[in-house]
T-cell receptor
Framework: KAGVTQTPRYLIKTRGQQVTLSCSPI?????VSWYQQTPGQGLQFLFE???????NKGNFPGRFSGRQFSNSRSEMNVSTLELGDSALYLC???????????????FGPGTRLTVL | AQSVTQLGSHVSVSEGALVLLRCNYS??????LFWYVQYPNQGLQLLLK??????LVKGINGFEAEFKKSETSFHLTKPSAHMSDAAEYFC????????????FGGGTRLMVKP
């Protein structure tokens, strides 16, 4: 079974621009979560989508948004980029959203975003 | 709010020596517990998890961890370190019925000396 895939793997943008990152979950997985990883703040939860609905949201500004499509693929959007948005953005998928074993998350390789 | 503390941001061991990476969590209710490993320029790979049942959990690559409720700990061990174990290790917790939000510790970078 193919793992979680994320595109693009690397991205360079300038301040003020917007960016869209894509995540394809493991086949059959319906939950997709996004995390931001930075040297200073570590790994932080952004949001989770399940069956096209946002189930949980972390403590990030409204510039960070996401969506999930009917095939469970997910996109994450960051508008009006700031230097501090430079990070590795990780996507994780799981079978379900809430129950024990089915909630175990499997991560993709990440998208490295650099904001200049 | 939950928190996860990993003692020691850097741990260095010799090849063949015991690996012990410490993780403590704060939670009034035992959560689900996970260890992930991250190699350079890669995502996170699940090493092992505790959800319910046996408190000693075996994972991949010879790693294991023991859930100790009384100590609110979930330390990761491996009897004999291998050069390929050099990576960053993250402990994470997830509350029951809290969706899939993982709270991560700060990570421990494991260095293995020949």
């Amino acid at each position: 079974k193919a793992g979680v895939t994320q595109t693009p793997r690397y991205l360079i943008k300038t301040r003020g621009q917007q960016v869209t990152l894509s995540c394809s979950p493991i086949s059959g997985h319906r939950s997709v979560s996004w995390y931001q990883q930075t040297p200073g703040q570590g790994l932080q939860f952004l949001f989770e989508y399940f069956s096209e609905t946002q189930r949980n949201k972390g403590n990030f500004p409204g510039r960070f948004s996401g969506r999930q499509f009917s095939n469970s693929r997910s996109e994450m959007n960051v508008s009006t980029l700031e230097l501090g948005d430079s990070a590795l953005y990780l996507c994780a998928s799981s079978l379900s959203s809430t129950v024990g074993e089915q909630g175990t998350q499997y991560f993709g390789p990440g998208t490295r975003l650099t904001v200049l | 709010a939950q928190s996860v503390t990993q003692l020691g941001s850097h741990v260095s061991v010799s090849e063949g020596a015991l690996v012990l990476l410490r993780c403590n969590y704060s939670s009034s209710v035992p959560p689900y517990l996970f260890w992930y490993v991250q190699y350079p320029n890669q995502g996170l790979q699940l090493l092992l998890k505790y959800t319910t049942g046996a408190t000693l959990v075996k994972g991949i690559n010879g790693f294991e961890a023991e859930f100790k409720k009384s100590e609110t700990s979930f330390h990761l061990t491996k009897p004999s370190a291998h050069m390929s174990d050099a990576a960053e290790y993250f402990c994470a917790v997830r509350r029951n019925n809290a969706g899939n939000m993982l709270t991560f510790g700060g990570g421990t970078r494991l260095m293995v000396k020949p």
